[in-house]
């Protein structure tokens, strides 16, 4: 496939069924879907492309399941330093270009589905995206994002899954009402959950209006968060007005947070850290939550592959 496009396209279709297929080692995307309805992906492989495994536009009642998309981006990846991780959005193909990505979202499904060592990230939603689900998952060992929800109205539901060994776990950005619920966000670099964002406009292309969407809403319950040494549970760039938001609407509790070393891995406005009490304090959140002092894991890791 050339570059930014697709070695199978299924555009402007209905009542699809993608069942058994493998998309692999084409030069861009594997799969790319785009103004469908009713697709189907199970039990379908999008690895080892260079920039992408599966691509969505505008796809509504889409159902993936006990699928795979991992060990792609190569070719995106070419001519970044791959350990850089100083920032969590750097202006490079990787961080904006590749990884599986999906815009206008409605009504999707994404169950049992794996992206590991992906040289991009594992999952992304970018604008406009709506009632998605992601249950059980294992998004590990990416290069950026485990997941990455952007400009986006919800509801994004995350339950039972595991967001392991990337950049960044869950990264929200200018995106409300998202539901983390009985997930496993351990050994991500920058930070378990990230949240950040100014208010973005966005376009809802089935009722042909714009509405303002920002970082607020966000429900957070009985997940663990095991930061491992120097890393946070909740990294941010939000402040003023914009943090207010985010904190006055959090329903975050009963969640179990650890740390080899450092209690301090809760970030607040300005990049001051605390530990759980002062951030309990200060947030009037996290009823319920406990913190540990332990080695960070995760229950399943990438496996090993030689393919790069």
């Not at 599966?54 to 070719?75: H, I, K, M, P, Q």
Request: charged share 20%.
């Amino acid at each position: 496939s050339p570059l930014q496009a697709s070695a199978v396209s299924i555009s402007n279709s209905r009542d699809v069924e993608v069942i058994g297929s493998r998309f692999i080692w084409n030069n861009g995307f594997g799969l790319g879907l785009s103004q469908d309805s009713g697709v189907t992906i199970k039990e379908s492989e999008a690895n080892s492309n260079g920039i992408s495994g599966f691509t969505g536009y505008r796809v509504g009642d889409l159902n993936v399941l006990d699928s795979e998309a991992s060990f792609n981006g190569w070719r995106g990846s070419r001519g970044w330093d791959i350990d850089n991780h100083d920032a969590v959005l750097d202006p490079n193909f990787i961080d904006f270009a590749t990884g599986q990505k999906f815009f206008g979202l409605r009504t999707a499904s994404f169950k049992n589905f794996r992206a590991v060592d992906n040289l991009s990230g594992g999952l992304w939603l970018d604008f406009d995206n709506s009632d998605v689900t992601i249950e059980d998952a294992v998004l590990t060992g990416n290069l950026t994002h485990g997941l990455m929800v952007e400009a986006s109205q919800g509801l994004v539901s995350v339950e039972e899954s595991e967001i392991c060994g990337n950049e960044t776990g869950i990264l929200v950005s200018s995106s409300s009402d998202i539901h983390l619920v009985d997930n496993v966000l351990s050994s991500n670099t920058l930070g378990q959950l990230v949240v950040m964002g100014e208010p973005r406009d966005v376009y809802k292309h089935d009722a042909g209006t714009w509405i303002s969407v920002q970082t607020k809403n966000i429900i957070v319950r009985n997940n663990l968060l095991a930061a491992g040494a120097g890393q946070l549970a909740l990294q941010t760039d939000l402040d003023g007005e914009f943090w207010s938001a985010y904190v006055e609407t959090l329903d975050s509790s009963d969640n179990r947070y650890s740390s080899p070393s450092a209690r301090e891995i809760f970030q607040l406005p300005g990049g001051r850290t605390v530990a759980l009490g002062q951030w309990k304090a200060e947030t009037g959140s996290d009823t319920g939550s406990t913190f540990a002092l332990r080695q960070s894991d995760c229950p399943s890791q990438g496996r090993d592959e030689t393919s790069f």
